[in-house]
């Protein structure tokens, strides 16, 4: 069984910097898509970056691209997220996921198996 562990989030204030990781643990499959998710209170979830663990090539949404950059090593078993110049829109508990597939290509609205507790990221004005 897949987990996954995420750690740092925080608070900081707009323009500040986190990385967030996610390490998972149990993993026997040789591809897997990684992602960050996140939801802020009274909307609905939204991914936010998405990587392949072969080639990793990431895909973001269009709300972060430019600001937050998905990252993994392998070695590890981590993801991370490094998320530049924030904005208080930003604020939300970021999950990490993982979906073993062979073939697909890794996008956010593929469905993923294997969900972490989530970390809090707050961005002040």
């Known amino acids: 069984q897949v987990q996954l562990v995420e750690s740092g989030g925080g608070s900081v204030q707009t323009g500040g910097s986190l990385r967030l990781s996610c390490t998972a643990s149990g993993v026997t499959y040789s591809r897997m898509c990684m992602a960050w998710f996140r939801q802020a209170p009274g909307k609905e979830r939204e991914g936010v970056a998405v990587?392949?663990?072969?080639?990793?090539?990431?895909n973001y949404s269009d709300s972060v691209k430019g600001r937050f950059t998905i990252t993994q090593d392998n070695d590890k078993k981590t993801v991370y997220l490094q998320m530049n110049s924030l904005k208080p829109e930003d604020t939300g508990l970021y999950y990490c996921?993982?979906?073993?597939?062979?073939?697909?290509?890794?996008?956010?609205?593929?469905?993923?198996?294997?969900w972490g507790q989530g970390t809090q990221v707050t961005v002040s004005s």
């Open positions: 990587i392949s663990s072969d080639n990793g090539s990431p």
């Open positions: 996921a993982a979906e073993p597939t062979r073939w697909r290509r890794c996008v956010a609205t593929m469905g993923f198996q294997h």
